[in-house]
């Protein structure tokens, strides 16, 4: 089944202590993004990544790293949490750079206390 | 600063009706525009998109048209029906990369039966 997954899907942390969210998909998909979602903001992308070893920022990636070393994994890192990550993720892949083809992960929600 | 903006919060529609849903831009250089749905705890699905190049498009009971002089997208559904309540991104994407993609604060429909 085609699909992209994302680990954890539930996650409390505190301020400071390092965490990865993962993501893979396994369609061969060239294009990853990961996205938060926050109430009157709407979806917001972080950054995304056009193939392996070639990321981009996207609108808000500030307190985020990403890493994509291979086609089907595109690791999301907070390097140091903060409250005003908490906040709801989406990853996302697509065969093409961007359109209706982006399929979405079930999503990660995140507190940072 | 927003630069596609869903300033409709929410929109509630009697089943069998038309549901409009609108979003206006300001970036003059996205030039492809989709649109999502999103049900409670799953990730977005992509509904139709547009490109810059036509001011209409359909598909089923879904049309979105795209008035580029006023920046200006709108979603029709119809008829409305109640598995249609969730809640509706628009995004754009163009300019210089088109591996980014900005969306707006989403629209909750409600469909009654």
């Known amino acids: 089944e085609a699909q992209v997954t994302q680990n954890p899907r539930y996650l409390i942390t505190v301020t400071g202590k390092k965490l990865t969210v993962t993501c893979s998909q396994n369609?061969?998909?060239?294009?990853m993004s990961w996205y938060r979602q926050d109430p009157g903001l709407g979806l917001r992308q972080i950054y995304y990544s056009m193939n392996v070893e070639v990321t981009d920022k996207g609108d808000v990636p500030e307190g985020y790293k990403v890493s994509r070393k291979e086609k089907r994994n595109f690791p999301l890192i907070l390097e140091s949490p903060s409250p005003n990550q908490t906040s709801l993720y989406f990853c996302?892949?697509?065969?093409?750079?961007?359109?209706?083809?982006?399929?979405f992960g079930p999503g990660t929600r995140l507190l940072v206390l | 600063d927003q630069q596609v903006k869903q300033n409709s919060p929410s929109l509630s529609v009697q089943e069998g009706r038309i549901s409009i849903l609108n979003c206006d831009y300001t970036?003059?250089?996205?030039?492809?525009f989709l649109w999502y749905k999103k049900y409670p705890a799953e990730g977005p699905t992509f509904l139709i998109s547009i490109s810059s190049i036509k001011d209409k498009n359909e598909d089923g009971r879904f049309t979105v048209f795209l008035n580029k002089s006023a920046k200006h997208l709108s979603l029709h559904i119809v008829p409305s029906q109640p598995g249609d309540s969730a809640v509706y991104f628009c995004a754009a994407a163009g300019g210089t990369s088109y591996g980014k993609l900005t969306f707006g604060q989403g629209t909750i429909l409600t469909v009654h039966p």
């Open positions: 369609m061969n998909h060239e294009y």
């Open positions: 970036n003059s250089m996205f030039d492809y």
């Open positions: 996302a892949s697509s065969p093409n750079m961007v359109g209706e083809t982006q399929y």
